[in-house]
């Protein structure tokens, strides 16, 4: 048993609340070292563990106000009567207008102690990262063109809408970056990229099979393919709406967001938010 073989190499007795129950480990032992090192070998486990599970939390910026949904919603009206022969697409793969949103990271939250651990980051970024990034001014941004995440039009998973570059998708860069490096520090979130890609998504082939799919997501290790994807055929599309304009918004609420669920606003369930300028 992995927990033994722990308390007799590091000499120390290791307290583990039972399964269901929270609590905190606890490391005894007649020796500082020894403690020490049982503590950051049982770190190295739950890391591990970490990342073999699909990702429970999110944090978001939901884009969903009402002139934003319905532009989303004419969108897919006209997709859907122009490009309905085109292979792979139906109503299906389009995103819910209440749940339009950006992710800035995901996160595998394992109990009650890590989800407060991350809307404590939350609260602390909040004045420690959003104010002095944003100094009070609205943070408003304008969603228009379209761009697939891989090289072929013909066979896509995953179509969204582009932040039009400038000095408000600057700021909201910086603000996102920040935010993963700040929550990267806490172990809860893994920096995959040294930028974050700010994205809408439109349309996403995984909700084909899971509505609550959030675009963009890394597959826990050693579960590459885990799920069948059917891409579809988003040339007509690119041809036809490349340069959609969905408005401007203005960003207004930054959540830790559950992965399952949505909430009476038919959103996400909200663990926790701040709110922006």
């Known amino acids: 048993e992995t927990k033994r073989r722990l308390e007799i190499e590091t000499k120390?007795?290791?307290?583990?609340?039972?399964?269901?129950?929270?609590?905190?480990i606890v490391i005894t032992g007649p020796e500082r070292k020894g403690v020490v090192s049982a503590k950051t070998r049982i770190d190295v486990i739950v890391d591990s563990v970490r990342r073999k599970e699909p990702f429970t939390?999110?944090?978001?910026?939901?884009?969903?106000?009402?002139?934003?949904?319905e532009r989303?919603?004419?969108?897919?009206?006209?997709?859907?009567?122009?490009?309905?022969?085109?292979?792979g697409i139906d109503p299906t793969i389009f995103q819910k207008p209440e749940k339009l949103h950006l992710t800035i990271g995901t996160l595998v939250l394992l109990n009650k102690h890590e989800i407060q651990q991350a809307l404590d980051t939350l609260e602390d970024c909040k004045q420690s990262l959003i104010e002095p990034i944003l100094r009070g001014e609205p943070l408003t941004v304008r969603v228009q063109g379209l761009e697939y995440m891989n090289d072929?039009?013909?066979?896509?998973?995953?179509?969204?809408?582009?932040?039009?570059?400038?000095?408000?998708?600057?700021?909201?860069?910086?603000?996102?970056?920040?935010?993963?490096?700040?929550?990267?520090?806490?172990?809860?979130?893994?920096?995959?990229?040294?930028?974050?890609?700010?994205?809408?998504?439109?349309?996403?082939?995984?909700?084909?099979r899971d509505p609550t799919s959030i675009p963009g997501e890394r597959p826990p290790e050693g579960k590459r393919g885990y799920k069948e994807r059917e891409s579809f055929d988003a040339m007509n599309v690119m041809k036809n709406f490349g340069l959609y304009d969905f408005g401007n918004y203005?960003?207004?609420?930054?959540?830790?967001?559950?992965?399952h669920g949505a909430g009476k606003d038919g959103y996400y369930v909200c663990a926790g938010s701040v709110s922006l300028p």
Do not use: W
Request: aromatic share 6%.
């Open 12 to 24: 120390t007795q290791i307290r583990i609340p039972r399964e269901g129950v929270e609590g905190e």
């Open 57 to 69: 939390h999110f944090l978001s910026l939901p884009v969903n106000s009402q002139p934003i949904r």
């Open 72 to 87: 989303f919603l004419e969108f897919q009206e006209d997709v859907l009567r122009k490009c309905d022969s085109d292979r």
């Open 152 to 208: 072929d039009p013909s066979s896509v998973d995953v179509l969204y809408a582009k932040i039009q570059a400038g000095e408000q998708a600057e700021r909201l860069q910086i603000l996102a970056d920040r935010l993963v490096d700040r929550f990267s520090t806490t172990g809860l979130m893994q920096q995959e990229y040294s930028r974050v890609k700010l994205h809408l998504t439109v349309m996403n082939t995984l909700m084909r």
């Open 250 to 259: 203005t960003v207004n609420s930054l959540h830790l967001s559950q992965r």
